[in-house]
């Protein structure tokens, strides 16, 4: 079992960063591979990002490649997501995701997830 817990969203100008944190607790969590999704009003959850348990394999959605940055620290537990050049189509609930999978692109492509945080509000102003 899997708990994850997010934090650092907010409003933020076109064009500012953010930086969110998901805090993971469960007796294997550093094991599994960890993402970032997104929903914004009126569409379906997204694929942003996702890393290994080593961090030896990342994969970033097109929309967010080069302008995001996913990493993880195991010893603290917790995975981040980078947020840089924010545009307001980025305005979204981000969940962090983890499930056991083969490599960080298997989590872009799954359509099943077996963990999710409860999902932290990003703003971006235009």
């Known amino acids: 079992q899997v708990q994850l817990v997010e934090s650092g969203g907010g409003l933020v100008q076109a064009g500012g960063s953010l930086r969110l944190s998901c805090s993971a607790s469960?007796?294997?969590?550093?094991?599994?591979?960890m993402g970032w999704f997104r929903q914004a009003p009126g569409k379906e959850r997204e694929f942003v990002a996702a890393?290994?348990?080593?961090?030896?394999?990342?994969y970033y959605a097109d929309s967010v490649k080069g302008r995001f940055t996913i990493s993880r620290d195991n010893a603290k537990n917790t995975v981040y997501l980078q947020m840089n050049s924010l545009k307001p189509e980025d305005t979204a609930v981000y969940y962090c995701?983890?499930?056991?999978?083969?490599?960080?692109?298997?989590?872009?492509?799954?359509?099943?997830?077996?963990?999710w945080g409860q999902g932290t509000q990003v703003t971006v102003s235009s």
């Open positions: 890393i290994s348990w080593s961090g030896g394999s990342i």
């Open positions: 469960g007796r294997t969590w550093n094991r599994y591979v």
């Open positions: 995701a983890a499930d056991l999978m083969a490599s960080a692109q298997a989590m872009g492509t799954s359509p099943r997830i077996a963990y």
